[in-house]
């Protein structure tokens, strides 16, 4: 679990806020995953990956699941997240939850305060003013644009893939802004540690199964009301 809890506050800013382009995804979800190498100057053996959050997105309304550090298909930690507060979901069963029921009765966290799974922040990329531009990659079959950060400690590579699609969130919006895109990947590798780390942001159209079932009752519930 302190894995699960340093590493995207050392590696990992999200926003809670629109891209500049005007398409905007009303389903679907983001996996952000992580791979970390150790002593990588001597080779790639030394590796954990782990899968720190998953992110499901029904318009503005975020479910986040939080995988369990050790066994990923189970889950340690559901949160609510809308209109930038955050709320966590006690209830083992989805398909029984209500949501309205808990923005009524639950004292929200602002969700920039949110210390585990996806970190919430405004702050923007170190150095970035000194970043070098590179060309073009493809990974995966996806082109995406490219730019490098140096340090006398730290080497770190962006990777920014064009598309006027937004999500409800994004990372390091200033730089999305900048590239006209969206931040997918970074890597770094700490030169005084020898560690090597990449994160990756996974999208996908549909909803992990226990979200599904969350948004699926309360449209069921909204529906009734009517």
Same mark, same amino acid.
């Given at each position: ?18 891209? !500049? ?25 030394? /590796?954990?990956?782990? !899968? ?5 997105? =029904?318009?503005?309304? /975020?479910?986040? %699941? ?10 340690? &930690? ?21 949501? =309205?029921?808990?923005?009524?009765? &639950?004292?929200?966290? *602002? ?10 922040? &405004?702050?923007?990329?170190?150095? #970035?003013?000194? %970043? ?16 490098? /950060?140096?340090? *006398? ?7 920014? #893939? ?8 994004? $990372? #390091? ?6 590239? !006209? ?18 994160? &990756?942001?996974?999208? %996908? ?8 079932? /969350?948004?699926?009752?309360? !449209?069921? $519930?909204?529906? %009734?009301?009517?």
């Amino acid at each position: 679990m302190k894995k699960l809890l340093i590493l995207p506050s050392l590696f990992f800013l999200f926003v809670s806020n629109s891209c !500049h382009k005007e398409i905007k995804s009303e389903k679907g979800g983001i996996d952000v995953v992580s791979n970390v190498y150790f002593d990588v100057s001597k080779n790639l053996d030394k /590796i954990q990956s782990f !899968h720190l959050s998953s992110l499901n997105y =029904s318009g503005d309304s /975020i479910i986040e %699941r939080i995988p369990d550090v050790d066994a990923p298909e189970l889950t340690q &930690q559901i949160y609510f997240i809308n209109d930038s507060l955050c709320y966590t979901i006690e209830n083992e069963n989805p398909g029984k939850i209500i949501l =309205s029921d808990i923005i009524r009765k &639950q004292k929200p966290l *602002p969700v920039e305060k949110k210390k585990v799974g996806t970190l919430f922040s &405004q702050e923007k990329i170190p150095n #970035y003013r000194n %970043r070098k531009n590179l060309s073009d990659t493809v990974l995966f079959k996806k082109k995406y644009k490219r730019f490098e /950060i140096n340090s *006398p400690w730290m080497y770190t590579r962006f990777y920014i #893939y064009p598309t006027d699609t937004i999500l409800p969130y994004s $990372i #390091y919006k200033h730089a999305e802004k900048d590239y !006209h895109g969206r931040l997918e990947r970074i890597d770094s590798y700490n030169k005084k540690t020898d560690i090597f780390v990449t994160l &990756q942001l996974i999208s %996908r159209k549909n909803w992990d199964s226990e979200a599904r079932e /969350i948004f699926e009752f309360n !449209h069921f $519930i909204k529906n %009734r009301k009517k």
